[in-house]
């Protein structure tokens, strides 16, 4: 069945809910799954970082800064 055909299907049996409580939980994982396949920018990542690895991010940056690149 092609992408048309199954979003009919989708959309001919949600029009048929009478449970409301099914058609919030239907639209919440919708927009859910819509956020999960948005590509992430960096944008969308700050803030996302606990203090704990933004520590350990900080420290190992830290040391490749040390590296001598000569060395290699």
Same mark, same amino acid.
């Given at each position: 069945?092609?992408? @048309? +055909?199954?979003?009919? &299907? $989708?959309?001919?049996? $949600?029009?048929?809910?009478?449970? %409301?409580? =099914?058609v919030k939980?239907?639209?919440? &994982?919708?927009? !859910?799954?819509? @956020?999960? +396949? *948005?590509?992430? +920018?960096? *944008?969308?990542?700050?803030? &996302?970082?606990?203090? %704990?690895?933004? *520590? =350990? $991010?900080?420290?190992?940056? @830290?040391?490749? !800064?040390?590296?001598? =690149?000569?060395?290699?």
């Amino acid at each position: 069945m092609d992408i @048309q +055909s199954v979003k009919m &299907t $989708f959309m001919e049996e $949600f029009l048929k809910l009478k449970d %409301e409580s =099914i058609v919030k939980e239907l639209v919440a &994982t919708l927009k !859910r799954a819509k @956020q999960k +396949s *948005k590509s992430k +920018s960096l *944008k969308d990542l700050a803030g &996302t970082l606990s203090d %704990e690895d933004a *520590k =350990i $991010f900080l420290e190992a940056s @830290q040391e490749c !800064r040390k590296i001598d =690149i000569d060395e290699w």
